[in-house]
């Protein structure tokens, strides 16, 4: 089976929110979790197949390792257009590993340039003069800027993307943009043959990304948040088969929440202000030898089945701070990550049927436990928050796998309670 676009994300939720994308533009999407082998399924009849890494924070040589695995995976499926996706808050170390991933695919693929923009207007994220905005602020100004595993202090992409590659960055602004797909064509061959490597392209709305997606549609990488990657698919042409996914029904319904984002810790109030059960994991505890997951689910087994349960390990800032200080960063997330993922199989085994996960890091912990590899994207329940239909040793699994960040307020009431 041949796939029309192959996309490498660097996180669990940020590919969930780029298969949510190619599904918009019409195509039918799967979702692969971790690196793929021969042995890794794909559903039939897909037009575009994402794979989901857990590489945003990872050592760069190990990022790149997993990216090119991906890349040719996806090659051997017939994908002629490699789409690298990273969060639209372009979160990354000073040495990468946004740069250090793309040079590798380019090198591979023979490839001289590549068209970059994390804008995610739905979401708030705007480039404006080379320049990442969330609403009306600034990144470096704004309270994504906090970001616990690599903050965000510097709005200009030019200036970050050099940082992190020995090849010239060059902008195409907006009023480029704005006079249409051939304009943004020339400017990037007058880049190329100025020897510009990395092309970051200045967008405000969802036209713009159209914009962008149709003038990139022959580059061999592209790379960029969910936005573009929306654009970029509907530049494709349009398949005959449905991307209709029936939603989630029946069984226990739950959400594990690892995100220590702002939304998140809004949409956990917004969840016990509508009086649902939620149960806090005491980290800290965990590390004091208590077993913090025996006693979640002793709680679990005394509510109501007919209502979501949501436990989370999620605190704000200044309980987070103190968690770190006492065990690392490091370690601390890993200690999230663990018991949360070991929570999910429990849960899932106890007849939870409909599952929540909110932030990266913990999805990739979550799909890890249940031996998930691949699902098959379904309708959302916000901008970039689809519902996925996964098969498990305990039968189907509807899984909604939530960037920190993403969602509104009410997300958590909302999505289970539309399905019950």
């Given at each position: ?199 970051i392209a200045d967008a405000l709305t969802d036209d713009d990304l159209a914009v962008l997606g149709t ?29 209709t996914e029936p939603p989630p029904r029946g069984g226990r319904a739950a959400v594990l929440a690892g ?162």
């Amino acid at each position: 089976m041949t796939v029309r676009i192959g996309c490498i994300a660097d996180d669990f939720t940020g590919g969930t929110d780029v298969a949510a994308a190619f599904r918009r533009a019409g195509l039918r999407t799967a979702l692969v979790f971790g690196t793929p082998d021969a042995a890794t399924p794909l559903p039939a009849d897909c037009d575009a197949a994402v794979i989901a890494l857990k590489s945003r924070s990872a050592p760069a040589a190990e990022a790149v390792d997993a990216s090119l695995a991906a890349q040719r995976w996806l090659s051997s499926h017939g994908a002629a257009q490699i789409y690298v996706k990273y969060c639209s808050t372009f979160d990354s170390t000073p040495k990468g590993n946004i740069g250090p991933v793309t040079d590798a695919l380019l090198d591979a693929i023979g490839a001289t340039a590549t068209l970059a923009c994390p804008a995610s207007p739905p979401n708030g994220r705007t480039v404006y003069q080379g320049h990442l905005f969330v609403h009306d602020q600034l990144l470096s100004d704004s309270p994504l800027r906090h970001h616990p595993l690599n903050p965000m202090t510097d709005s200009s992409l030019p200036r970050l993307l050099a940082a992190q590659s020995p090849h010239p960055v060059g902008l195409i602004s907006l009023p480029t943009v704005r006079r249409g797909a051939d304009a943004v064509r020339e400017a990037l061959l007058a880049h190329q043959r100025d020897g510009v490597r990395h092309v970051i392209a200045d967008a405000l709305t969802d036209d713009d990304l159209a914009v962008l997606g149709t003038a990139a549609h022959e580059l061999p990488v592209v790379t960029g948040a969910a936005g573009l990657a929306e654009g970029l698919g509907r530049a494709h042409p349009r398949p005959d088969t449905a991307t209709t996914e029936p939603p989630p029904r029946g069984g226990r319904a739950a959400v594990l929440a690892g995100s220590c984002s702002a939304r998140t810790l809004e949409q956990i109030a917004r969840f016990q202000a509508a009086g649902l059960p939620s149960h806090h994991l005491g980290v800290l505890a965990a590390a004091a030898g208590r077993d913090v997951v025996a006693d979640a689910l002793a709680w679990f087994d005394a509510q109501d089945p007919g209502l979501p349960a949501l436990v989370h390990a999620s605190a704000p800032p200044h309980e987070l701070a103190e968690v770190q200080r006492e065990l690392g960063v490091a370690e601390a997330a890993a200690r999230v990550e663990g018991l949360l993922g070991a929570l999910a199989a429990a849960l899932v085994d106890r007849g939870v049927r409909r599952l929540l996960v909110a932030g990266g890091e913990t999805s990739g912990a979550v799909t890890t436990a249940l031996d998930i590899r691949t699902v098959l994207v379904g309708g959302e329940a916000d901008p970039g928050v689809p519902w996925t239909h996964a098969t498990t040793a305990h039968g189907d699994l509807a899984l909604m796998l939530k960037s920190g960040n993403f969602g509104a307020q009410d997300l958590f009431v909302r999505a289970l309670k539309d399905e019950t």
